[in-house]
């Protein structure tokens, strides 16, 4: 996936924001919290921590470097060789953005949901 499939993916989804920061990152975010941050080495998500412990062992796949060393969930995506799919790397997206919705409060989720 290109960084500008990935964006634009992104972009697709309900109630997100974008802005460049961090050295020319594409960063998305929902309610104010980012859930994505797209360069052109690749792309770093939020995972739910089954995904973290299964995908971090994968070719073109590691722990992020400064979220992960703080604790956070959150791997880069920088395959090829290796990696995910097209398919699956918008299936993480997707839960990234989701389990940032789910992190919300109640009021910020309402107000992205409407």
Known sequence: MTREEMNAFCASLRAVTHVVQWGGA???KVGDKVFAMV???G???KASPMAFEILQAEAGI???PYMASRG???LQHYGPPGGLS???LRDHLQAS???VIAGLS???QAEVRN
Request: aromatic fraction near 16%; avoid cysteine.
């Open 86 to 88: 097209d398919d699956s």
């Open 72 to 74: 956070l969930k959150w």
């Open 106 to 108: 109640k009021k910020k």
């Open 39 to 41: 360069r052109d080495e």
């Open 26 to 28: 594409d960063v998305w």
């Open 43 to 45: 792309v770093t998500f």
């Open 62 to 64: 590691r722990p992020a």
């Open 97 to 99: 953005y989701d389990m």
